[in-house]
């Protein structure tokens, strides 16, 4: 575990790199995000655990993805995401659709390092027909009950922004356990944070039951502010103006343009 | 849609929620979650409501996997789904818009409604506008079937379609019209639906919130509200 910069952090981000992020009401590390921006990173392929939001946008927006595997892609209450929907309609990003549980019950075969995870429902939706590396098998426990299978989810990196750091690396998350299971399933962790304590996050049950320990980040770099404009729960709300000059100024590529480039001059 | 209409919806939401013990709603959804606060109300204490980005309101702990976790248990009675487009059999599509096959919208994506729609018991289907270019004859993508498949493990489906305008029961694999909301008609509901229903006779006209009723949803059920829909709750007005 090292204490890195954030530019440090994020050139530990290999282009073409498997990424895990959070949807924007769980801790999104915008810094990183505004390094990979600047680099800038090519051939990304983000993993929206479940969903993606203004992240996934802005990078696809700027030409870093080549991939997304996710059950939705869009600003919320700020409406659908603008530079997606510009990437989508000209073929220029390749999309794996998927549904929450499916991505969750992935990474959590990832957990345990089995290859796959059994999941109820989604038989006789149309998704199966987009999804060739699905399988669905009879359960072998009972009759006549097919059953989906989804492969394990091994993302290369999962990167978040977390409130809190401890000077050994553990990173307190609160209830914002996906964060975990995605510390977890992924090859890496790359975490900001907004602050860190010199007390042991892990020497308090109340405060432990809500950390990784840091047995599974490899790199921790501090970044006040860091979930801007998202926001970080608990710590301070979204920025709902930019947010919404965001989707309405992203409309057209040249606003994009521009609302990236105030975005990354920040 | 008018203040009155808006009430009137949220007290159509809490009728057919009754007899929940534990309703969940989804994202970016003001009147079902208004509507299930108004029957958590009028339970009297014997039912749950989660609300999905409330911090107050969501009881889970344990990442976003839970609500989906909690459902496969058998843990939530009700849930709600709108979409792109729904159609007389009861599918639901959230993902886009096809042209002969092709994609040539997309919308958001499917978000949970691929499982949710199997392992939850009643499924209350709502959309926002009254439209044939939503409400059509068949989806161009099913995120989410109506019914079936046969032989599938299947917990429940849509119970009924809620619009501004009426609401539907889904029987047997199709719509019924049960009643019509104050100022519209049959003809009108014919022309702006672009799926064939079933009638049972007359239907019915929807019954506006009672008094007590009222002054639950502009009293605790605003305040309630407030956390996560600050603008809709202070849109209910006094």
Redo the contacts between chains.
């Keep these: 575990m090292s204490f890195l910069a954030v530019e440090e952090l994020v050139a530990r981000i290999p282009d073409g790199a498997f990424v895990a992020l959070p949807p924007d009401y769980s801790g999104c590390a915008m810094a990183a995000v505004r390094g990979l921006l600047w680099r800038p990173a090519r051939g990304l392929r983000l993993l929206g655990v479940p969903q993606l939001g203004l992240q996934a946008d802005l990078l696809i927006g700027a030409g870093c993805v080549a991939e997304i595997e996710t059950a939705a892609l869009s600003l919320g209450e700020h409406g659908l995401a603008p530079a997606f929907g510009r990437a989508w309609e000209e073929g220029a990003i390749a999309v794996r659709e998927s549904t929450c549980p499916a991505i969750h019950a992935g990474l959590q075969a990832a957990e345990k390092g089995v290859p796959f995870m059994p999941l109820r429902g989604v038989l006789g939706s149309d998704l199966l027909g987009l999804r060739p590396d699905w399988k669905v098998i009879d359960n072998p426990f009972a009759e006549k009950d097919p059953i989906l299978l989804v492969p394990a989810i091994r993302p290369d990196v999962a990167l978040f922004h977390a409130p809190l750091a401890d000077r050994a690396g553990n990173v307190w998350i609160g209830v914002r356990r996906e964060l975990l299971t995605m510390a977890h399933a992924a090859r890496r962790c790359l975490v900001t944070v907004e602050a860190v304590t010199e007390e042991d996050l892990l020497a308090d049950d109340r405060t432990a039951a809500g950390t990784i320990p840091a047995l599974y980040v490899e790199a921790v770099a501090e970044a006040p502010g860091g979930g801007w404009p998202v926001g970080l729960q608990g710590a301070y709300p979204a920025d709902d103006a930019w947010l919404a000059r965001y989707a309405r100024e992203a409309r057209t590529e040249a606003g994009f343009t521009a609302m990236l480039a105030e975005f990354v001059a920040r | 849609m008018t203040r009155e209409e808006v009430l009137l919806l949220i007290a159509e939401v809490a009728r057919l929620l009754e007899g929940c013990r534990h309703v969940a709603v989804g ?2 959804s003001p009147i079902p979650a208004a509507g299930a606060l108004l029957a958590r109300e009028l339970a009297d204490g014997a039912m749950r409501v989660s609300i999905l ?1 409330s ?1 107050r309101h969501s009881p ?6 839970e609500l ?1 976790d909690c459902a ?1 248990q058998g843990r939530i009675d009700a849930f709600f789904l709108s979409g792109v487009q729904i159609d007389g059999a009861g599918n639901v599509n959230l ?1 886009g818009l096809r042209r002969e096959g092709r994609p040539i919208r ?14 939850v018991p009643r499924l209350i289907l709502f959309r926002t506008d009254h439209d044939p270019r939503s409400l059509v004859e068949r989806v161009d ?5 109506g019914s ?2 046969p ?4 917990r429940g489906g849509p119970v009924a379609l809620l619009t501004p305008c009426c609401r539907f029961a889904f029987r047997d694999g199709r719509f019924l019209l049960e009643s019509l909301h104050p100022g519209h008609d049959l003809e009108e509901i014919r022309a702006r639906t672009g799926f064939a229903f079933a009638l049972a006779g007359e239907p019915a006209v929807t019954p506006p919130p009672p008094e007590d009723w009222r002054a639950r949803i502009l009293g605790p059920v605003r305040e309630a509200l407030a956390e996560v829909y600050p603008a809709f709750a202070a849109g209910l007005g006094g």
């Design positions: 994202a970016l980005g911090r889970f702990t344990d990442g976003g996997r989906f496969a993902l997309r919308f958001a994506g499917n978000f949970g409604a691929p499982y949710l729609a199997f392992l993508f099913v995120t989410a079937p079936g498949p032989g599938v493990w299947r």
